[in-house]
């Protein structure tokens, strides 16, 4: 299938992170979570890959993705209501702060692995970031207390930015001219060459679209898709009987195509992009004919098949490149080890946010 421009991000964008210790509970102390759970700050709840990660991180997670849960809500999270496959908001809210954690030990162990920072432009990255938000606060001891209030401390706070930071580079560099994984263009052309192209199911076209349906996917009066049936029989025909169909086509799709969001130069699609209808209609053409009314859940489609769009090396390169970091990134997520520590129970979400909450 053809390359979309993915990027991967991570739970929290590095805005939140300011906009989280100033939205937290007022009056909280530095002990915070020792204070809720009883657990020290500094004590291992699990590890993820080899490394440990602590309550203070664990639940500061936690707080967070029940913050952005809360959103959600009118009346109060709702932690037993389904989401979806019997997963439960509270089971959500786990598995998401889990899946964050795992995402930001991913980057750290991939910085270990590649060592593609610059300890000094990371070290000055991260000493304005801080000078930033004592002076969002007002004073450095405010600031410190926003962080008591979030109940985590600055350390942990400047893992978030520098991982943040990290995970920049890494998609930046990790596959791009001159990276340990760089991109040849020998790679980028077989990928063309087994991804694009009529040959590997991939087409473009134009239509003349002349709806049955109205913009809120109701069906038309009878008599109206009658109408429409008619005029797309009769722009058939002119076609049909033009010594220049191509320059007719687009005439006539500039005045009656119903079509808003068509691309002048039509589409570019792939298996499973389009109705069946227009793909399996399109694909039964040669370049530059012109089908027959094809009928679909949307309405009568004239198609005009084009020349497969075939990309220039250059032109996708980089998107080839983030795709590949986005795969990769994906598939160390999914076979991250992460072991928890028997002795430690983490207090459920309902209860930790419970308390987390009270002052704000």
């Not at 937290?24 to 490394?51: F, H, Q, R, W, Y």
């Not at 509270?90 to 930001?104: D, P, V």
């Not at 943040?164 to 060459?193: C, F, M, N, R, W």
């Not at 808003?260 to 039964?284: I, L, N, Q, R």
Request: hydrophobic letters at 35%; charged letters at 25%; glycine letters at 6%.
């Amino acid at each position: 299938m053809k390359i979309r421009r993915s990027v991967l991000t991570l739970f929290l964008a590095a805005v939140l992170i300011a906009v989280s210790l100033t939205g937290c509970g007022k009056g909280k102390d530095e002990a915070l979570v020792k204070k809720i759970t009883g657990t020290d700050p500094e004590t291992t709840v699990m590890t993820i890959n080899g490394s440990d990660i602590s309550a203070e991180l664990y639940y500061y997670w936690l707080s967070i993705v029940c913050e952005d849960t809360a959103a959600y809500f009118t009346d109060g999270i709702q932690w037993d209501e389904v989401l979806y496959d019997d997963v439960t908001v509270s089971e959500y809210i786990k598995s998401t702060t889990l899946n964050t954690l795992i995402q930001y030990q991913i980057v750290t162990d991939l910085d270990k692995e590649y060592h593609l920072q610059d300890e000094e432009e990371v070290q000055a990255y991260l000493d304005e970031v801080i000078a930033n938000n004592i002076d969002n606060f007002g004073s450095e001891e405010e600031f410190e207390k926003s962080l008591a209030n979030a109940g985590v401390s600055r350390e942990t706070i400047l893992y978030l930015y520098k991982t943040q930071h990290l995970y920049s580079d890494l998609q930046d560099k990790l596959y791009a001219a001159g990276g340990p994984l760089e991109v040849t263009d020998a790679a980028v052309q077989q990928y063309i060459d087994q991804n694009y192209g009529a040959e590997n199911g991939n087409y473009s076209a134009k239509h003349i679209l002349l709806k049955t349906v109205d913009d809120a996917g109701a069906a038309l009066p009878e008599d109206e898709i009658a109408q429409k049936k008619a005029q797309a029989e009769n722009l058939l025909a002119q076609l049909r009987g033009s010594d220049d169909p191509q320059t007719l086509f687009s005439q006539l799709m500039a005045e009656y195509n119903e079509d808003s969001g068509e691309p002048e130069d039509g589409y570019t699609f792939g298996p499973g992009e389009m109705v069946d209808e227009f793909y399996d209609g399109t694909a039964a053409l040669e370049e530059y004919e012109i089908s027959d009314l094809v009928e679909s859940q949307f309405g009568y489609h004239i198609i005009m098949r084009l020349p497969s769009e075939i990309p220039a090396v250059e032109e996708i390169k980089e998107s080839y490149a983030l795709e590949l970091f986005s795969v990769m990134f994906q598939e160390r997520v999914s076979g991250a080890k992460v072991e928890y520590i028997q002795d430690i129970t983490l207090m459920e979400p309902k209860e930790y946010y419970s308390e987390y909450s009270k002052g704000e």
